[in-house]
Every structure is written in structure tokens, then in C-alpha cells.
């Protein structure tokens, strides 16, 4: 029986069972297509030609057109679906300018080691193919040093991530016949650089420039990218160059099925997300379908593969027909595992998204995700990991009781519809900026006006601060770094700020990090999770900056609880929206951990205090009222208007990823009946990193979208109270108290009723829900609550 067939009948089976056909909440099927084919206006050398033809290989027209751009020296962003071609699209345009001057050079830039190695091979190939000498290589912080030389001074074609440049760089006068030749710039995966990491990158991209202009090169970039709302945008933002979007999909595709299931139909939780993830894989494998599961967490991927063995035990199968894929694995298993995934000898693997990037695994049937990933686009991605050809396919979308879980579950169209994340690039961050300035003071001397052009109008003001701490000082040549350690070890690649935790166990350091986390996850007392293990931590030493702790095999859990204070500082941007101003501006927040909750299953045995310093830091934020009359309408129908605020705060932060990408986590926000010197109801939600990421100016610019779709979320809904699909947080530190959920949707339909507000969604979602705004503590009803 064909693939097809087994896709079609497992359908119908899924239909027809008891247990999951009630959860099946939506099916999509999009129709096969057929290649779009490219027309060059030349020819290729004549290397590459006799590669292709050998490989039956015909240009798809997008594959075409990223060829042109490169030839005609445009900056490209790729954007087009998984297992559409991408790498050869930027593969050939390399190969091309490799063969045309024997000097040339290219860096491709991959977010993991373990995909710079996979790609590797395909570079080895093609080189080997086409007969144009590339010397391709990985160098990372795995490369062997009696390599390291070797590679600098041979190889054309360098494999790497944005970690190993930030350190290489630095020593860029050893690089120099690289630099001096460099013509293409690859980043692939370019979308997962948002958030602080994306600020880090876009400064380490025009670090990479000045140093490209020092020796005489200009090299084209080529960003390979998932679908985004705001691809030319994000690449400008990105790299500081302007870029043309290739995003028309020339490649074939089968038939592509994808499911909705959700396993809380009516608002009550019939079986756990986890135990129908497992349930629906074995059906896969039952079915002969071979299925990649992606899990949110290396726990739930070993607790599904270890229910899924049972399972094949009880059906009298092979349970060595399943395996685990997750971080944590040395390379050797994780190869291992790739290996017998891509030859058929296990017919299911659960994963992190560790597998969710391009490694090579073959040709799959399924694709289960279990929970919603974050992202339209990080679903697609995996999605995208099955029917690789002209095959047929299926995706299934398992829904946790989350907000954006049910609200997709509800509102398919919105789902499916045409892309509404927007990636987010902050360039203004104060103290990304500050690092990466020092950083390249220590690569060239830094000209006030020609730098300028890579590090913005604030950038004599932050040389002023970092002098008058003597680490950098004037001579003739420019502004140089005269500081003791390296700045590139100062500057950490992924957080505003340098000061962060170690975390301890015996002598081992198994992770970092920041103040703000290590607070919250890694007070004394709590139970930290790392790669799936609990850790007990016994010490916080707030001096030297040390996180003692000890496996242990607790069986609860623990939850900090805090309490926010948020300052105004400066009022930036204000408008009218939805019945009621919205302002956008800076803010100064402390925040207070107070204590900690330990909690067995659903039950709370025991509240800790704690005794730690307010963490306090400027961000950015958006800050909003109500529309006139609506506080009064709410309290006149006795309702608990702090309760209601609170709910809106929670819910608005809960869907502001709809819109833009970023994690709830990487919010905070308070809300209040009466706040400042005017005594007025008041939602305000804040970057959760210091400087700020970008995130609520976004969000200020797209409140109206974010209203209406966080009340549809919350009308939606069909629990009375409020839970954790509307308006409950998991991260709320006032444990969710007071929260109305009732009086969040009067004040959401008096927004949305509102002068202002206007629908522009991209689809046929459902249009009765609005969105809502609220969180922080509320001991009374005039207190602000946190969340």
C-alpha cells in the first residue's frame, strides 16, 4: 500500500475511534503543487551545469531567482517553506562566484553546531560534484586546534555560528586572506535571531562589515528564512543592508494534511496533551507511518517514548521501534539516532526542537507537535519535516490547555491564514549596544563618523560612558579598548547584560544564568530543572554570583512569588486606540521575589519566605487605560474590577505572540485601578530585559490587533471563572489573584466597541472576541498586581 493510501486510511481511522474523534477540532488539506521551474540569463559555469544534470536537477524558480540577485550583487532574504530546496538555492550562487575568481570565500552561518556539521557534507558534495575547489569546513569550538590553522589559511568555504564569529573577530588579522576575499555571507535559520539574541546578531553583523571594509571587501548576504509577516524589515534591521524577498515556492509538493486536535473540547481536560501525543503515535506506527513527535521539553520526550514502548510491548512489537532525540545526548547518539531514523529502522522519534532545524533524517510520513511551539512559523517548520518530495503528508497540532493553544483550537482560519508574526530586531538596546561597541573597539579603532553608520547617533555618548570607566581611550587613530579582560568575554552573546549566575554541582558548571532567572528559578529552596533532571538548590551566593545544587528526586515542585512596581520615566509615542490612549515609553520596574510556594500536583503544601535585593532595571513598555465610563460599568454590575484588569493584563500578554514573536515569558506587566497621580484604571505590559527588546514597541504599534484577538481568545473560552486557557498565567506572581474573568470581557468589548478599533485580521477566524490586558499583584482592590 502506498504512503498516500496509509495517510488516507489512518484518517478515516482517526475518524471513526471513539477516543480521538471527539478532538478533532479541524482538518486542512492543501492540494498538491506542481515545480515552478527558473530561467537564467546566462548560463552556469560548466561545473555546476554537469552537477545538476547528473543530479536530474532543474532550477525552481525561486532557486532561480536567489542566483540573479546574487549575481547582480542584491541582498537576499529566502523565504519559502521547509523542504523547498533553500540550500541549493544559495549553494549554487556560492559555487558560482568560487569559480569565477580562485581568491573568493564565503562564511555560511548556522544557529547550531550540529547543523553546520550536516551541512557540511552537502558543501563536500557539491564541491566534489562540480569540481570547483571550495575546501569547505566547520570551525567552531569543536574544531581540533592543530586544525584551526589549516582551515584559516585553505578553506574557501567556512561553516560556522554566530557564537564562534563573536569570538573570532578579534583576531581577525589572522583571518585576513579570508576577510580580504570574503564575496557571500549565508545566515541560514536567520528567523530564530529575534529578541536579545537578534539585537547580538545585528550588532555582530555590522562588527563582521567594519571588518570586511577594512580589508577591501563588500560581501553580499543571503538570509534563508521561515515565513514571516515582516521579512525585508527584519533582514534590514538585521544586517544594515537593504534586501530583495525571494518567497515564491517553485517546488512540488504532495498533498498536505494537517489536523487540530485538541484534547479539552468542551473547556474539561479529557486526558493529559501528553498521554494523546503518545496515544496518536502509536497509531502512526501502527499505521507503518513513520512519524517525528516534537515535545516542548527533554521530560516529555523521554516520558512519551517511555509510554510509547509500553505501548508496542502491549501490542506485542518491537519497543526498540521508538527512540528519544533530545539536547544532552552526546553527538555520537544523537548521530546515531539520525542515522536509523533516516534508514527506517525506527519508525518513531520524539524530540525537542532540536530536529526541528534542516538536519538531514529523511523522508517522514508524520509529524505530531505536541503543544502549540511558540510560533506559526516554528510549527510549520516542523510540520514541514514530513513529506519531503511530492508525496502526501500529515501534521498534527496536539493543544495544551494554553490561551494560544485554544485559541487556534477555536479559530482555524486564523491559524492557516496568510502570516502575522512579526520578528522583532531592537537596534536601541542601551546595553547590547554598549558590549558590542566595546567589542569592536578592540577589533579596529573606532571613527565617531564613520562608525556612526554601523552603531547609530548614540554612539558618542556610549565611547563618553565606557572612557570615564578607562576602558577605552582616544589616540590617534581612533578610539581603542584599554580594558584588562576581552571584551568578547565581557560581552555575553545572548543577554542584555553581562552579570549572570553560575549554577553549580560538585565542581561542575551546568548552566548559566542571568540575574533575573536566577532569582526566579534558582533561589535557595527551589527545584531547578536542567536537561529534564531536578536539582535541589542548596545556596545562592549573591556576591560571587554561585548557585549551589544536588540532584535530587523531589516529588513537587516550587513557585516564586513576587510583587512589581513600575515607574513612568518618559512618555515617547502616544495615540488613540480602541476607546483609549495608548502610550509607549520607558519605564523603570522593581521587581521583589517575597517568597515561594512548594507545591505537590495541584496542591499547595507550604509557602517559603524568601530575602533577596529588588531586582530593578529600565526597559520599555506600553501603558494603557480604560474607555470612558467602562471602570464604572464594570464596578455598577458587581464586578471586581482589580480582578478584571488583572485578567486583561494576563490575557493580552498571552496573545501578544500571535502578533508578535517572542514568548510570554519574555514579558512582565502590572496592573492597577488606580495608578500614578491621575488615580486611573491602568494596564501596563514591559519588556522583561533590561533596555528592552523591541517587543511592546511593536506591540504599541499593533494594540488594535492585539485586542481584538485576545478577546476572542478570552469569549471563546468556555469556562465560566477564568483557567489556564484564558486568563490564568503560569508565570504570575501573585498566583493568580484576584482575577474576574467576566469583568475582563466587559472592559475588552467596551475597548473593542470603541473608537479605534478596527478588525483587520487576515482571515476567516472568528471576529467575537477582543483582546485583553492585565497583571500584577492585588492584595486590595487599589493595589497594582503583577503577573
Same mark, same amino acid.
Given at each position: 500500500?502506498?504512503?498516500?493510501?496509509?495517510?488516507?486510511?489512518?484518517?478515516?481511522?482517526?475518524?471513526?475511534?471513539?477516543?480521538?474523534?471527539?478532538?478533532?477540532?479541524?482538518?486542512?488539506?492543501?492540494?498538491?503543487?506542481?515545480?515552478?521551474?527558473?530561467?537564467?540569463?546566462?548560463?552556469?559555469?560548466?561545473?555546476?551545469?554537469?552537477?545538476?544534470?547528473?543530479?536530474?536537477?532543474?532550477?525552481?524558480?525561486?532557486?532561480?531567482?536567489?542566483?540573479?540577485?546574487?549575481?547582480?550583487?542584491?541582498?537576499?532574504?529566502?523565504?519559502?517553506?521547509?523542504?523547498?530546496?533553500?540550500?541549493?538555492? !544559495?549553494?549554487?550562487?556560492?559555487?558560482?562566484?568560487?569559480?569565477?575568481?580562485?581568491?573568493?570565500?564565503?562564511?555560511?552561518?548556522?544557529?547550531?553546531?550540529?547543523?553546520?556539521?550536516?551541512?557540511?557534507?552537502?558543501?563536500?558534495?557539491?564541491?566534489?560534484?562540480?569540481?570547483?575547489?571550495?575546501?569547505?569546513?566547520?570551525?567552531?569550538?569543536?574544531?581540533?586546534?592543530?586544525?584551526?590553522?589549516?582551515?584559516?589559511?585553505?578553506?574557501?568555504?567556512?561553516?560556522?555560528?554566530?557564537?564562534?564569529?563573536?569570538?573570532?573577530?578579534?583576531?581577525?588579522?589572522?583571518? =585576513?586572506?579570508?576577510?580580504?576575499?570574503?564575496?557571500?555571507?549565508?545566515?541560514?535559520?536567520?528567523?530564530?535571531?529575534?529578541?536579545?539574541?537578534?539585537?547580538?546578531?545585528?550588532?555582530?553583523?555590522?562588527?563582521?562589515?567594519?571588518?570586511?571594509?577594512?580589508?577591501?571587501?563588500?560581501?553580499? !548576504?543571503?538570509?534563508?528564512?521561515?515565513?514571516?509577516?515582516?521579512?525585508?524589515?527584519?533582514?534590514?534591521?538585521?544586517?544594515?543592508?537593504?534586501?530583495?524577498?525571494?518567497?515564491?515556492?517553485?517546488?512540488?509538493?504532495?498533498?498536505?494534511?494537517?489536523?487540530?486536535?485538541?484534547?479539552?473540547?468542551?473547556?474539561?481536560?479529557?486526558?493529559?496533551?501528553?498521554?494523546?501525543?503518545?496515544?496518536?503515535?502509536?497509531?502512526?506506527?501502527?499505521?507503518?507511518?513513520?512519524?517525528?513527535?516534537?515535545?516542548?521539553?527533554?521530560?516529555?520526550?523521554?516520558?512519551?517514548?517511555?509510554?510509547?514502548?509500553?505501548?508496542?510491548?502491549?501490542?506485542?512489537?518491537?519497543?526498540?521501534?521508538?527512540?528519544?532525540?533530545?539536547?544532552?545526548?552526546?553527538?555520537?547518539?544523537?548521530?546515531?539516532?539520525?542515522?536509523?531514523?533516516?534508514?527506517?529502522?525506527?519508525?518513531?522519534?520524539?524530540?525537542?526542537?532540536?530536529?526541528?532545524?534542516?538536519?538531514?533524517?529523511?523522508?517522514?510520513?508524520?509529524?505530531?507537535?505536541?503543544?502549540?511551539?511558540?510560533?506559526?512559523?516554528?510549527?510549520?517548520?516542523?510540520?514541514?519535516?514530513?513529506?519531503?518530495?511530492?508525496?502526501?503528508?500529515?501534521?498534527?497540532?496536539?493543544?495544551?490547555?494554553?490561551?494560544?493553544?485554544?485559541?487556534?483550537?477555536?479559530?482555524?482560519?486564523?491559524?492557516?491564514?496568510?502570516?502575522?508574526?512579526?520578528?522583532?530586531?531592537?537596534?536601541?538596546?542601551?546595553?547590547?549596544?554598549?558590549?558590542?561597541?566595546?567589542?569592536?573597539?578592540?577589533?579596529?579603532?573606532?571613527?565617531?563618523?564613520?562608525? =556612526?553608520?554601523?552603531?547609530?547617533?548614540?554612539?558618542?555618548?556610549?565611547?563618553?560612558?565606557?572612557?570615564?570607566?578607562?576602558?577605552?581611550?582616544?589616540?590617534?587613530?581612533?578610539?581603542?579598548?584599554?580594558?584588562?579582560?576581552?571584551?568578547?568575554?565581557?560581552?555575553?552573546?545572548?543577554?542584555?547584560?553581562?552579570?549572570?549566575?553560575?549554577?553549580?554541582?560538585?565542581?561542575?558548571?551546568?548552566?548559566?544564568?542571568?540575574?533575573?532567572?536566577?532569582?526566579?528559578?534558582?533561589?535557595?529552596?527551589?527545584?531547578?530543572?536542567?536537561?529534564?533532571?531536578?536539582?535541589?538548590?542548596?545556596?545562592?551566593?549573591?556576591?560571587?554570583?554561585?548557585?549551589?545544587?544536588?540532584?535530587?528526586?523531589?516529588?513537587?515542585?516550587?513557585?516564586?512569588?513576587?510583587?512589581?512596581?513600575?515607574?513612568?520615566?518618559?512618555?515617547?509615542?502616544?495615540?488613540?486606540?480602541?476607546?483609549?490612549?495608548?502610550?509607549?515609553?520607558?519605564?523603570?520596574?522593581?521587581?521583589?521575589?517575597?517568597?515561594?510556594?512548594?507545591?505537590?500536583?495541584?496542591?499547595?503544601?507550604?509557602?517559603?519566605?524568601?530575602?533577596?535585593?529588588?531586582?530593578?532595571?529600565?526597559?520599555?513598555?506600553?501603558?494603557?487605560?480604560?474607555?470612558? @465610563?467602562?471602570?464604572?460599568?464594570?464596578?455598577?454590575?458587581?464586578?471586581?474590577?482589580?480582578?478584571?484588569?488583572?485578567?486583561?493584563?494576563?490575557?493580552?500578554?498571552?496573545?501578544?505572540?500571535?502578533?508578535?514573536?517572542?514568548?510570554?515569558?519574555?514579558? @512582565?506587566?502590572?496592573?492597577?485601578?488606580? !495608578?500614578?497621580?491621575?488615580?486611573?484604571?491602568?494596564?501596563?505590559?514591559?519588556?522583561?530585559?533590561?533596555?528592552?527588546? @523591541?517587543?511592546?514597541?511593536?506591540?504599541?504599534?499593533? !494594540?488594535?490587533?492585539?485586542?481584538?484577538?485576545?478577546?476572542?481568545?478570552?469569549?471563546?473560552?468556555?469556562?465560566?471563572?477564568?483557567?489556564?486557557?484564558?486568563?490564568?498565567?503560569?508565570?504570575?506572581?501573585?498566583?493568580?489573584?484576584?482575577?474576574?474573568?467576566?469583568?475582563?470581557?466587559?472592559?475588552?468589548?467596551?475597548?473593542?466597541?470603541?473608537?479605534?478599533?478596527?478588525?483587520?485580521?487576515?482571515?476567516?477566524?472568528? =471576529?467575537?472576541?477582543?483582546?485583553?490586558?492585565?497583571?500584577?499583584?492585588?492584595?486590595?482592590?487599589?493595589?497594582?498586581?503583577?503577573?
Amino acid at each position: 500500500m502506498s504512503a498516500d493510501n496509509r495517510i488516507d486510511d489512518l484518517i478515516a481511522a482517526i475518524r471513526r475511534d471513539k477516543r480521538f474523534s471527539p478532538c478533532l477540532a479541524h482538518h486542512n488539506i492543501r492540494e498538491r503543487t506542481a515545480a515552478q521551474f527558473g530561467a537564467l540569463s546566462r548560463p552556469l559555469p560548466a561545473g555546476i551545469s554537469r552537477y545538476l544534470e547528473e543530479k536530474n536537477v532543474r532550477l525552481y524558480s525561486h532557486q532561480a531567482d536567489t542566483v540573479e540577485a546574487v549575481r547582480s550583487g542584491e541582498h537576499s532574504v529566502l523565504c519559502t517553506p521547509t523542504a523547498s530546496g533553500k540550500t541549493f538555492a !544559495f549553494l549554487i550562487p556560492v559555487f558560482e562566484r568560487l569559480d569565477a575568481s580562485p581568491d573568493a570565500t564565503a562564511l555560511f552561518l548556522y544557529p547550531t553546531k550540529a547543523l553546520a556539521n550536516d551541512q557540511l557534507g552537502v558543501c563536500k558534495a557539491m564541491e566534489s560534484g562540480t569540481r570547483i575547489p571550495g575546501y569547505p569546513a566547520v570551525y567552531d569550538g569543536d574544531t581540533p586546534n592543530e586544525k584551526r590553522s589549516g582551515i584559516r589559511g585553505r578553506s574557501r568555504i567556512v561553516l560556522s555560528n554566530p557564537y564562534e564569529l563573536h569570538y573570532i573577530l578579534p583576531w581577525h588579522h589572522l583571518w =585576513a586572506r579570508f576577510f580580504r576575499n570574503l564575496q557571500v555571507v549565508v545566515i541560514d535559520e536567520a528567523h530564530r535571531y529575534r529578541g536579545i539574541t537578534g539585537s547580538h546578531l545585528a550588532f555582530l553583523v555590522r562588527r563582521l562589515r567594519r571588518v570586511c571594509e577594512h580589508y577591501g571587501s563588500n560581501p553580499t !548576504f543571503i538570509l534563508s528564512s521561515a515565513t514571516l509577516a515582516n521579512p525585508l524589515e527584519f533582514a534590514s534591521r538585521l544586517t544594515g543592508h537593504t534586501f530583495r524577498l525571494i518567497s515564491g515556492d517553485g517546488a512540488p509538493h504532495g498533498r498536505r494534511h494537517f489536523i487540530l486536535y485538541n484534547p479539552f473540547p468542551d473547556g474539561a481536560e479529557v486526558r493529559s496533551a501528553h498521554s494523546e501525543t503518545g496515544a496518536l503515535l502509536l497509531a502512526c506506527i501502527r499505521a507503518e507511518m513513520q512519524t517525528l513527535c516534537f515535545t516542548g521539553s527533554r521530560k516529555s520526550a523521554e516520558l512519551i517514548t517511555l509510554w510509547s514502548r509500553d505501548g508496542l510491548i502491549r501490542a506485542a512489537r518491537d519497543p526498540g521501534l521508538v527512540s528519544a532525540y533530545r539536547a544532552g545526548y552526546l553527538p555520537e547518539e544523537r548521530r546515531g539516532i539520525e542515522e536509523r531514523f533516516k534508514s527506517g529502522s525506527f519508525r518513531g522519534v520524539v524530540s525537542t526542537n532540536a530536529l526541528e532545524l534542516g538536519i538531514d533524517i529523511g523522508s517522514l510520513d508524520t509529524v505530531i507537535i505536541s503543544g502549540y511551539p511558540g510560533s506559526i512559523m516554528s510549527v510549520w517548520q516542523q510540520a514541514g519535516r514530513a513529506g519531503r518530495g511530492t508525496g502526501d503528508s500529515l501534521a498534527m497540532l496536539i493543544a495544551f490547555p494554553n490561551p494560544l493553544d485554544q485559541y487556534f483550537m477555536h479559530h482555524p482560519g486564523s491559524f492557516f491564514g496568510a502570516p502575522h508574526e512579526h520578528a522583532i530586531v531592537d537596534l536601541e538596546n542601551p546595553y547590547v549596544l554598549s558590549g558590542q561597541v566595546l567589542c569592536a573597539s578592540a577589533e579596529l579603532p573606532i571613527d565617531l563618523e564613520r562608525d =556612526a553608520g554601523y552603531f547609530g547617533d548614540t554612539l558618542p555618548a556610549v565611547i563618553e560612558a565606557h572612557a570615564g570607566e578607562h576602558l577605552m581611550a582616544e589616540t590617534r587613530k581612533g578610539w581603542i579598548y584599554a580594558g584588562r579582560r576581552r571584551p568578547s568575554e565581557i560581552t555575553g552573546f545572548g543577554a542584555a547584560s553581562g552579570e549572570g549566575f553560575r549554577i553549580l554541582c560538585g565542581k561542575e558548571t551546568i548552566e548559566t544564568l542571568d540575574r533575573a532567572q536566577a532569582f526566579r528559578e534558582a533561589h535557595q529552596g527551589a527545584v531547578l530543572l536542567h536537561q529534564g533532571e531536578k536539582y535541589l538548590v542548596s545556596t545562592m551566593d549573591l556576591t560571587q554570583h554561585i548557585v549551589r545544587v544536588s540532584p535530587t528526586d523531589v516529588d513537587y515542585y516550587t513557585k516564586p512569588l513576587k510583587s512589581v512596581n513600575v515607574r513612568i520615566l518618559d512618555e515617547q509615542r502616544q495615540r488613540s486606540a480602541c476607546g483609549t490612549s495608548v502610550v509607549f515609553g520607558e519605564v523603570e520596574v522593581t521587581e521583589t521575589y517575597t517568597a515561594y510556594k512548594v507545591i505537590h500536583g495541584d496542591t499547595t503544601i507550604g509557602i517559603e519566605p524568601l530575602d533577596l535585593p529588588p531586582l530593578t532595571f529600565r526597559t520599555k513598555a506600553i501603558w494603557f487605560g480604560l474607555p470612558p @465610563g467602562a471602570a464604572e460599568h464594570t464596578t455598577m454590575a458587581g464586578l471586581d474590577l482589580a480582578g478584571g484588569l488583572h485578567a486583561l493584563e494576563h490575557a493580552v500578554i498571552a496573545m501578544m505572540p500571535f502578533e508578535v514573536m517572542c514568548d510570554r515569558w519574555d514579558l @512582565g506587566g502590572l496592573s492597577t485601578p488606580a !495608578f500614578g497621580e491621575t488615580g486611573s484604571p491602568t494596564v501596563i505590559v514591559y519588556d522583561g530585559y533590561e533596555g528592552g527588546i @523591541g517587543l511592546t514597541e511593536n506591540a504599541y504599534s499593533l !494594540f488594535e490587533e492585539i485586542v481584538l484577538v485576545t478577546k476572542d481568545m478570552v469569549s471563546g473560552c468556555g469556562c465560566e471563572k477564568g483557567c489556564p486557557a484564558c486568563v490564568y498565567s503560569p508565570k504570575c506572581g501573585n498566583d493568580n489573584q484576584p482575577l474576574d474573568k467576566v469583568a475582563a470581557l466587559m472592559l475588552l468589548s467596551d475597548m473593542v466597541g470603541g473608537e479605534g478599533a478596527r478588525d483587520t485580521r487576515r482571515d476567516g477566524g472568528r =471576529a467575537d472576541g477582543l483582546v485583553g490586558q492585565t497583571c500584577n499583584t492585588g492584595l486590595s482592590p487599589d493595589e497594582p498586581v503583577s503577573g
